[in-house]
């Protein structure tokens, strides 16, 4: 074997590297393209818990309320418009409650919970927070769902955020 020439292939290799790395590390991921996202899963959270409200008095075991969309991402949707915030806000405060109701309960092994929480309150914030989400999908990518996101090479290599 040939161990001359290893010096100079070993040197390119790791500026290869550290430049792939340095890129990767620096690369700051603005706001605007977390939105959609964002966005997308909400309306996924909205509209699984309409589902739950519907069928929650035929289920054997109450189910809680999806609300971590919610939690990790409240403090970065002042993109939406007000209303659209208040309703988000409502929706997910009464998912949040009724699911600490439910903890409770079980804590307890009680049933009586299902009595305790009035679910058309939480109904219209969710209906009105499903419109206002789907009309700001429409508003800025002309349909309900993004467009779809192509892995670039740094999501290749190091994993996908």
Not at 53 to 66: A, D, L, S, V
Not at 89 to 116: V, Y
Request: glycine share 6%; no cysteine.
């Amino acid at each position: 074997m040939d161990w001359g020439n290893l010096g100079g292939n070993i040197i390119f290799i790791i500026a290869v590297l550290a430049i792939v790395v340095l890129f990767s590390l620096f690369r700051r991921r603005s706001p605007e393209r977390d939105r959609p996202e964002i966005v997308r899963r909400l309306l996924s959270e909205v509209r699984i818990n309409e589902a739950l409200i519907e069928i929650f008095h035929r289920q054997p075991k109450p189910r809680r309320f999806e609300t971590a969309t919610w939690q990790l991402n409240k403090k970065k949707l002042d993109f939406f418009e007000q209303s659209l915030q208040v309703d988000l806000t409502s929706a997910f405060t009464l998912a949040e409650d009724f699911n600490q109701q439910l903890k409770a309960a079980k804590r307890a092994k009680s049933t009586d919970f299902k009595l305790n929480f009035d679910f058309e309150k939480m109904r219209e914030p969710l209906v009105k927070s499903k419109k206002g989400l789907e009309d700001w999908l429409v508003a800025h990518f002309g349909g309900q769902e993004p467009p779809p996101k192509y892995p670039g090479i740094t999501d290749v290599l190091f994993g996908g955020r």
